[in-house]
């Protein structure tokens, strides 16, 4: 935690190129064909003498290549040595000068090539009945007047024939659904290598389901508060760090002799006002500066919760990291400056921070908002600015998608101390304000939702090395699942495995963490260079997918110019961070309905809902947002602004 396809061919056949290849002879060619039998078996006579002047072997009449005797076609052109009868369906006999090739052997009717494609469909051997193959034979039985020989080689061919006809019968129809397979699987997914990929999600969903936590997970820990993460977000400038570090002192969780040395330095420093925000901007940097700029951790305890505080940047140049650390957030504080002028520039659409911070926790799941509208002393306690302000802000907070009965609205001083962790002692202030003070407000919010019947999944927010006694731990979220000492979890990307050292839970060794804690993990077993942020913690049986090509339904924000393909952007997920290219706009999406209205749009512009895919430089971890909500939620910037929000529909 910081401190801070492939396509196969198709071989389609014109119709048209079919028929002529079997549209039968007419009469008038029938009588010419008569004639050129009656001469071919008159030259075949002619040849029989020379035949027979050597004995043992026969002359080709095309390349007069002499031939052994047993051979019954030509070993070099493929000519058989006897011409074979074709009889048409009108009961025409036609002489032929078979090739060899064409004769069809088995193995060419088990290939797609044109050539089985025609006599399949011409003589729709996959559909032959017993039937149809004795009218065959009778039809093959009617042979020339013509020598015992050629007799005899009749008779060889049309056994042979039947007996391709049967035996590709079997075969023709294993091809013909084969073919219908391979249409239907063309049609699911497009290619082989998608079969593959949709049957291995398919193949981890149906373990994901059957997946039953052990008996200690679902064991309930007595005298412990539930852990509640909340963010502090807003403007910078208005008052986070203040607020934050006041509630801790108030709350016990820094003492007076620690604010004393804070109030000390911050004075040397010509920041006097500045020592409670000095509680948590521990670097000298941000000091000297006197913003924060990482998100910074704290903790403290209510009534019903126990509260891990992340203050986040409110500067500009810092939201990566406040994306980095505040999306753990189970519920947030946006806080808004009161006095006049700093509030509208907090609104402000080109530079200000609170319009993007809400933005940017509505896209983190959170739907629980405190809004405390700070420095409320400023403004001599203006009921007037405060409905202002609650009426201004209220109407965009609508528009994020946040609901009125999720939002609490709650005027605070955090200089004055002013409803904090009790009412309002100012009667300005509690003149007019009956609602709940801060602490109150924050125990009044709906505990979230814990799963620890799925699978193991750790975000790693920070980690922490010792290389001299080769330990590592890591810091984040425990999203789904739990841990406990002793366990085998997997780290990925690397994909190395590693045993569960100890834990440790508010700087506290606990045995067990679950769901939605917040945790250092100390491994043992594994190379501390393959830990990183940005990686993740899972079961061992039940690895998190890592890709750079991903399909992502986003929504536009305020972009200043509009986004095209090509366009070269900051991708953020988790605490994980890339760059990435936009290589294909799939289509717009109807905002109310989120139908396709518009299908390969040339760009995107500001408040549109679109599919893209986008191409990443390094590979990240990452789910599907229907598997895993935490490892599915994706941030776009390009111009030191977040340009869109979205989540991950496929991963490719």
């Known amino acids: 935690m910081p401190r801070k396809v ?9 119709e048209e190129d079919d028929d002529d290849v079997w549209t039968d002879y007419s009469d008038n060619e029938s009588n010419v064909e008569v004639e050129e039998i009656e001469n071919t078996f008159k030259a075949d006579d002619c040849t029989k003498a020379d035949d027979c002047t050597k004995a043992g ?5 095309i390349c007069t290549f002499d031939n052994d005797e047993g051979i019954v ?76 020989l050629e007799s005899s080689f009749v008779q060889l061919e049309k056994d042979e024939q039947l007996s391709i006809c049967e035996n590709t019968r079997s075969s023709a ?81 820094i003492s007076e002799k620690e604010m004393r040395k804070f109030e000390k330095e911050a004075k040397l420093k010509g920041k006097g006002s500045f020592a409670y925000a000095w509680a948590l901007d521990e670097s000298a940097e941000e000091r000297e500066r006197g913003i924060t700029m990482t998100v910074a951790v704290a903790y403290f305890s209510s009534k019903k919760y126990h509260v891990v505080v992340l203050d986040s940047p409110g500067h500009r140049d810092f939201v ?133 019947s799925k699978p193991l999944i750790m975000p790693i927010c920070d980690v ?49 963490a679950k769901a939605g804690d917040n945790v250092v993990v100390c491994l043992q077993g594994i190379d501390v260079s393959h830990v990183m942020a940005g990686g993740v913690l899972c079961h061992p049986d039940f690895p998190v997918a890592v890709a750079t090509h991903l399909e992502l339904k986003v929504l536009m924000l305020d972009v200043a110019a509009p986004v095209l393909v090509g366009s070269q952007m900051e991708f953020h997920i988790h605490h994980s961070q890339e760059a990435a290219t936009v290589v294909r706009i799939l289509s717009l999406l109807d905002s109310k309905t989120g139908k396709v209205s518009k299908k390969a749009p040339r760009c995107l512009t500001a ?10 430089d390094g590979a990240v971890c990452v789910e599907e947002f229907a598997n895993c909500r935490a490892l599915g939620r994706v941030f776009l ?8 929000v979205g989540i991950v529909t496929r991963v490719l």
């Open 6 to 14: 492939k396509y196969g061919v198709d071989f389609d056949i014109d």
């Open 57 to 61: 072997i026969w002359r080709c009449s």
């Open 73 to 148: 076609a030509c070993d070099i052109c493929g000519v058989f040595r006897h011409p074979m009868v074709n009889i048409h369906s009108n009961g025409n006999k036609e002489a032929a000068v078979p090739n060899k090739f064409n004769a069809c052997p088995s193995d060419d009717f088990v290939s797609s090539s044109n050539h089985f494609s025609k006599v399949t469909l011409k003589d729709n051997f996959e559909e032959l009945s017993s039937s149809e193959v004795v009218r065959n034979k009778e039809k093959l039985n009617v042979k020339p007047k013509t020598s015992e």
């Open 173 to 253: 129809v294993e091809a013909k659904s084969e073919n219908m397979m391979c249409s239907l699987d063309k049609q699911s997914v497009g290619a082989d290598s998608k079969c593959s990929t949709n049957q291995i999600k398919a193949e981890i969903a149906t373990r994901r389901s059957q997946y039953r936590p052990e008996k200690w997970m679902n064991g309930n820990q007595e005298g412990t508060l539930m852990q509640l993460n909340l963010a502090i977000v807003g403007h910078v400038d208005s008052g986070k760090s203040t607020l934050s570090g006041r509630l801790l002192n108030l709350l016990g969780r």
């Open 320 to 452: 990566p990291n406040m994306i980095n650390g505040a999306n753990q957030a189970d519920a947030a504080i946006l806080v808004i400056d009161a006095s006049v002028g700093a509030f509208e520039a907090g609104m402000d659409g080109s530079r200000g921070q609170t319009r993007e911070h809400a933005q940017l926790i509505r896209s983190f799941g959170v739907d629980q908002v405190i809004v405390a509208i700070n420095k409320i002393d400023v403004v001599e306690y203006s009921k007037e600015r405060f409905d202002s302000i609650k009426g201004q802000l209220g109407a965009f907070l609508r528009g994020c998608g946040f609901k009125d009965s999720f939002l609490t609205w709650v005027p605070i001083s955090a200089m004055e101390n002013q409803n904090l962790v009790t009412a309002a002692s100012d009667v300005r202030l509690s003149s007019w304000y009956k609602g709940p003070f801060l602490l109150d407000a924050v125990d009044s919010l709906q505990p979230p939702i814990r799963d620890v």
């Open 464 to 512: 922490i090395k010792s290389r001299s006694v080769g330990q590592v731990a890591a810091n984040g979220k425990v999203e789904a699942g739990a841990l406990r000492c002793g366990l085998k979890v997997l780290v990925m990307p690397s994909g190395d495995s590693a045993t569960v050292r100890s834990l440790e839970r508010d700087s506290q060794p606990c045995d067990i």
């Open 607 to 616: 408040k549109q809902s679109a599919l893209i895919e986008v191409m990443l």
């Open 637 to 644: 910037r390009a111009y030191g602004k977040t340009a869109a």
